[in-house]
């Protein structure tokens, strides 16, 4: 419906671009307000038409406004009317009525008021100014960020992002759906899924675990974690490779371990397969130059971006992931490992503990605003060493239940091997999915290549 134009009250309210810059105020309109209070006072409808448009009391530019409109929410939740005598009431109530006015103001507003079925187009007027003004909160507090010139510069970048995009956040955006206006468009994905026999996430490379998950999601907070030396970064590398090699799709592997170079050893043993140890020496044969030629082309058009800055934090990955994402989109994140990831904050903690859980929740949400899987790996305590079978538990995850509690997904990674080297599974790994937000629980076995530096389906051996 076109948006009739916007009344002014009898004051120059409205903020105008002719108005030199240091005379400038806030964008607000006195009369829309008022007029917007005026119909809520006549009619319940009309506070149902507002209540759609606005999304807080803050929307509001005028304090007395603010209140008289959270009161009338609270009348309308308890079924009251909301007119002026019981309104005027409970203002008194709580003494705010002489702020707001007086039971003078409250007749005045509805005097103000053309007709009580405009209240959705003053509502809107409302709305769209209390967005401009948080547009120009955030260049406010993005400029005092630019000329603080000091502190962590990634940080003061994900501070001035989240200005931003908090104010860009618009209310239809947050407004939600019914399931039934949505229905439509799951029916159709289900129909895509069920006739193409595609998983619709991004693969890991690994047929049961991919039968198991349907690929890893978006918004996914994935921790793959095991004691020292059970091939974690190996499992997180051959998703990544299955990702961006196999498939073609970006994804960000960020190292705090290993540095570039081994990095690049592993990918092209995995791939080529030629023993890691013959790259790391380069003793390399002609027969391994030869596979390796073989496969040189697709690692090199692959979209694995690969990151191992020493020391690097949560905020500045977010603000790297950002801008892969911008740039040339980002389908996967890999993060090796968490106990030597700081948050990148100026925040204080108590103990390593809590740090862990701000770097949780952080990692989930960064998962869910690039609306990508995030992979995380993390180390287990020594829990696992003091049972007979030396098998990891959920409840080993070191330092924090945070990470039991954000994780969507949580893959343990065992060797018996790597505790006994007779063992009769030698050259087996089990990967152990102990928590699975959206699906069943497994235990899955893999051969474990790792002098190529990588695990692959049974089948395959």
Known sequence: MPRLPPRRAQEQDRMTDDQPDMERVPPRDRASEQSVLGAMQLSKDAIADVIDS?????????????TIYRTILDLYGRNEPADPVTLGRELAKTGDLERVGGASYLHQLIQQVPSATSAEHYAGIVRDLAEFRSIGSAGVQITELGYRAHGDIDQAKESAAAAL???LTTSEESQGAYIGDTLGEYLDALEGRRNNGEITGVPTGFSDLDLLTNGLHPGQMVIVAGRPAMGKSTLALDFARACSIKHGRPSAFFSLEMGLTELQ?????????????????GNVTDDDWARIAQRMSDVSAAPLFIDDTHGQTLSSIKAKCRRRQQREGLDLVVIDYLQLLGAGTSRRHE??????????????????ELHVPVVVLAQLNRGSEQRQDKKPQLSDLRESGSLEQDADMVILVHR??????????????????????????????????????????????
């Open 54 to 66: 606005l999304r807080s009391p803050a929307d509001f530019y005028f304090a007395n406004h603010q």
């Open 351 to 368: 103990n390593r503990q809590q740090e862990v859980s701000e770097l949780s929740r952080g990692i989930k949400l960064l998962a869910k």
């Open 265 to 281: 050893d592993r990918t092209l043993s995995a791939e080529s397969r030629v023993a890691l140890h013959h790259l790391r020496s």
């Open 416 to 461: 018996e091997d790597a505790y006994d080297k007779e063992s009769p599974r030698s050259g087996e790994a089990d990967l152990m999915v102990v928590k699975h937000r959206n699906g069943p629980l497994a235990t899955l076995t893999v051969a474990a290549q790792l002098h190529y530096s990588r695990f692959v389906d049974m089948a395959q051996t």
């Open 165 to 167: 995009e908090g104010a």
